[in-house]
């Protein structure tokens, strides 16, 4: 039968000291907060793109209704969507120049620009995007005109 003999003095038991475990957790709790900021800051850009990306549809649709709901001629307009951001048209006549010596007793078409600017309020600021586009439009020969 054999007798386990007792560990001497000098000989360490091997494991973690205090200090050691202090440091760790340190070091976990930064790297904890540096992951929950990169968290944080996807969120806030997924938000801001997604409301950006709403602006640009909103703009889109009411381009869209410039020579269908809205007449394509010159004058201004404003109103309110269902969410809030408020709308402005401007529509001005366009000249656009010819490039060739040809001379036209009138152009085939007459040419719009068509100014939109949209404004929300983003955190207490108010934010706006404007949109440009031309339109065209057949001249309506029979008003007597050119």
């Not at 040809?102 to 949109?131: C, E, G, I, Y």
């Amino acid at each position: 039968m054999e007798v386990s003999q007792p560990i001497p003095s000098t000989q360490q038991q091997s494991g973690f000291t205090l200090l050691e475990i202090l440091v760790a957790f340190v070091v976990f709790v930064l790297a904890f907060a540096v992951v929950m900021e990169v968290i944080t800051g996807a969120a806030r850009n997924t938000i801001k793109s997604s409301r950006q990306t709403q602006i640009a549809l909103l703009a889109q649709s009411k381009m869209d209704e410039v020579g269908i709901l809205e007449p394509v001629a010159e004058g201004a307009s404003h109103g309110r969507f269902a969410d809030g951001t408020t709308w402005e048209l401007q529509i001005t006549p366009f000249d656009a120049p010819y490039d060739n010596d040809m001379q036209l007793a009138a152009p085939p078409v007459d040419l719009f620009r068509v100014d939109l600017t949209l404004s929300w309020r983003d955190r207490n600021k108010t934010r706006s995007a404007h949109f440009v586009t031309l339109r065209a439009q057949v001249p309506d020969f029979s008003e007597g005109r050119r």
